[in-house]
């Protein structure tokens, strides 16, 4: 079993910065990929953004050039740097990681609200 806590979530002002991390334990070998998906009220679950073992990363057209996702594997953690932020952005962030342990298990985040302001 794989544990994910999300931490950085919180209340900005359009134009603002906010940090989120999130960090894995538990049982496995390695993490293959993480991301971060978000979800506003009546709307679909979407992918923000995704980063591969291999630091490979994958951007929604809306975030791209505003967050930045990066991951320490040291820590089992990852990362999304939100800069620029606007009131469309609002919405609970959930971390998603696909770890290696018997085969290939997927685990989520219990999301971490955050808002922005106009």
């Known amino acids: 079993q794989v544990q994910l806590v999300e931490s950085g979530g919180g209340l900005v002002q359009a134009g603002g910065s906010l940090r989120l991390s999130c960090t894995a334990s538990g049982s496995f070998f390695s993490i293959s990929l993480m991301g971060w998906y978000r979800q506003a009220p009546g709307k679909p679950r979407e992918l923000v953004a995704s980063?591969?073992?291999?630091?490979?990363?994958n951007y929604a057209a809306s975030v791209k050039g505003r967050f930045t996702i990066s991951r320490d594997d040291a820590k089992s953690a990852v990362f999304l740097q939100m800069n620029s932020l606007k009131p469309e952005d609002t919405a609970v962030y959930y971390c998603?990681?696909?770890?290696?342990?018997?085969?290939?298990?997927?685990?989520w985040g219990q999301g971490t609200q955050v808002t922005v302001s106009s």
């Open positions: 998603n990681a696909v770890v290696i342990y018997r085969r290939f298990e997927d685990y």
């Open positions: 980063i591969t073992s291999g630091a490979n990363t």
